[in-house]
């Protein structure tokens, strides 16, 4: 069996026994199952912000976007009565009908001009949902009862799915990066103009892999928002959903299918070491210990563990 | 009349003020090999931009096999059977010798699966004497390697047409009879060749056909003795002096 087979299949069944045991020895553990609630919606967005960001070198700020979109449509969904796996569904649906065209016209953009581009989309959104206030409730927000109002059920349900969403779209990348999209996009990365020169379609395999992030995206907000109970614009809007999936797959390794999931376990710890330790510097404790990070290892804790070994 | 392989039709292209290419017609057969020559600043590359979709013209037409194809986008091109290789070579830096080559014959060569992709690579490298770098990244190659990589990418992909776009530039003279080499290589399997050089030496032997440019214009067009004789051309390169110089040595 191939080492690509054997890594997807270890990433399956660790994921699944994760997701079928962990909120069972977790169970009495509020703040722990909390803690992997966060790292497993973290990983959601960064293994996602890695397909386009990692794999197609596009940084795209437009995650947290896609974030508030699929929590808003799966909170005002479920809020008129439909099922949460449906109200999870449709909030892919939109995250996706809202990328294609989106990522179809920005992503002719390069570097900086992308990224300002993406960046804006969250701004956007964020008004327009504060405006609509008739169905999204403005800027008061609103409130979804989930799992019957149970907080260890509503608990231990939404870190099962988060979990089983974050196994999903790392494998999702894993899928992408050995196949042919993946290839293409490995040469849009390194050399558009070759890139189109031997015949890739840049533009369509860019607008596929920003649209497939965008899905995983925007569930992940639905889940979000039926895991909290309650949303507004300005939490589910933050900047943060954009930029914490980035910090955490520059600290795993950008490009990668494991650095996402090292990136966000460490993100998390970091952020919570920080939280408890520094609690009135703790954005500029964390800030701080992350440049630092990065400026150790540039490449991102993975490939830098693989580079060393390799020497020595 | 069987349409010819590339029609094209009074192209023009301006930047601003300047008329990079002005009103350029010509056409190619299935098979053959031209040489396009002009000094530095011709518009030479520009031509061959317009014609692989990298630039758009601003007038004009251009035609492959009678279908329009003006404005369409390289990647479209490119798996049409129209390829090209760059002056500054465009290797894919992560990738090796091996997947820079793969990747032209899964694009533009419309090979579905890896392991068939990669063994028309392994095909293509030892066509073009570079086996020894199937793992090699491109930054390990020498220019002459990565002048035969690309070479490697576009044959790869069994184009129609061939631009080539000073392939020869910076390599030394053995290196250049190599080269020379592979591309008849290439044209005996029947695809139709531009040599884009500003050297007329480099193209004299293997091109039975010449196209001038001269500050974006079509200068000359014909069989290469003819072309070389051709006193305009000659001014055109040596200046009115040394033109006057070689003429008078001939005489």
Request: charged share 15%; glycine share 12%.
């Amino acid at each position: 069996m191939s080492s690509r087979a054997l890594l997807a299949i270890a990433i399956a069944v660790t994921g699944a026994v994760a997701c079928a045991g962990l909120p069972l020895i977790l169970a009495g553990e509020p703040y722990l199952m909390r803690l992997v609630t966060m790292f497993s919606l973290l990983l959601v967005l960064a293994a996602s912000w890695n397909i386009v960001g990692g794999f197609t070198g596009y940084p795209s700020f437009a995650t947290g976007a896609f974030f508030g979109l699929g929590a808003y449509v799966a909170a005002i969904l479920q809020a008129k009565g439909m099922d949460w796996r449906l109200a999870l569904v449709a909030a892919g649906i939109a995250g996706a009908v809202l990328a294609g065209p989106f990522g179809y016209g920005v992503l002719r953009l390069r570097g900086h001009y992308f990224a300002v581009a993406s960046l804006m989309l969250g701004t956007i959104l964020k008004e327009l949902t504060t405006g609509w206030s008739g169905l999204t409730g403005g800027g008061m927000g609103l409130t979804i009862a989930g799992a019957g109002g149970d907080p260890e059920l509503l608990a231990a349900f939404s870190l099962r799915i988060s979990l089983a969403l974050a196994i999903l779209t790392v494998l999702m990348g894993a899928a992408i990066k050995w196949s042919r999209l993946g290839f293409g996009l490995d040469c849009i990365r390194m050399n558009e103009t070759a890139a189109a020169g031997i015949g890739v379609d840049a533009q369509k395999l860019k607008t596929y892999a920003f649209t497939l992030s965008s899905v995983t995206s925007a569930i992940a907000g639905g889940i979000y928002a039926g895991w909290i109970g309650y949303i507004d614009p300005t939490d589910v809007y933050d900047v943060m959903w954009s930029v914490k999936p980035i910090v955490a797959v520059l600290l795993g390794g950008v490009g990668t299918i494991l650095g996402p999931i090292v990136g966000a376990a460490l993100f998390v710890a970091l952020e919570e070491i920080v939280w408890r330790n520094v609690l009135s510097f703790s954005a500029g404790g964390l800030g701080v210990l992350i440049v630092l990070l990065l400026l150790v290892l540039p490449a991102g804790v993975l490939p830098s563990l693989v580079s060393r070994r390799k020497r020595s | 009349m069987k349409a010819a392989l590339l029609d094209v039709r009074g192209v023009s292209r301006q930047f601003g003020g300047l008329k990079a290419v002005d009103d350029v017609s010509f056409a190619l057969n299935e098979g053959e090999i031209v040489g396009l020559i002009g000094s530095n600043g011709a518009g030479k590359t520009t031509l061959v931009n317009l014609v692989t979709g990298h630039l758009r013209p601003t007038r004009g037409e251009i035609l492959l096999r009678g279908q329009v194809i003006t404005g369409r986008k390289p990647h479209e091109l490119a798996s049409r059977g129209l390829m090209r290789t760059f002056q500054v070579v465009q290797p894919f830096n992560d990738l090796t010798a091996l997947d820079n080559v793969a990747a032209a014959a899964m694009f533009a060569g419309h090979t579905r699966s890896f392991s068939s992709a990669r063994e028309q690579a392994d095909a293509a490298l030892s066509n073009l004497g570079i086996s020894h770098c199937r793992e090699h990244l491109p930054v390990r190659m020498t220019l002459a390697e990565r002048k035969r990589l690309e070479l490697a990418r576009a044959w790869v992909a069994k184009p129609k047409l061939l631009f080539l776009d000073e392939v020869n530039a910076g390599l030394n003279s053995g290196e250049i009879e190599g080269v020379l080499g592979m591309i008849r290589k290439i044209a005996a399997e029947g695809v139709a060749i531009v040599i884009i050089e500003h050297l007329m030496k480099v193209v004299k032997g293997l091109c039975p056909r010449l196209i001038v440019l001269h500050r974006g214009q079509l200068l000359a067009s014909g069989p290469t003795d003819e072309v070389a004789r051709n006193p305009s051309v000659i001014e055109a390169y040596l200046g009115t002096r040394g033109a006057a110089a070689m003429l008078g040595e001939r005489q």
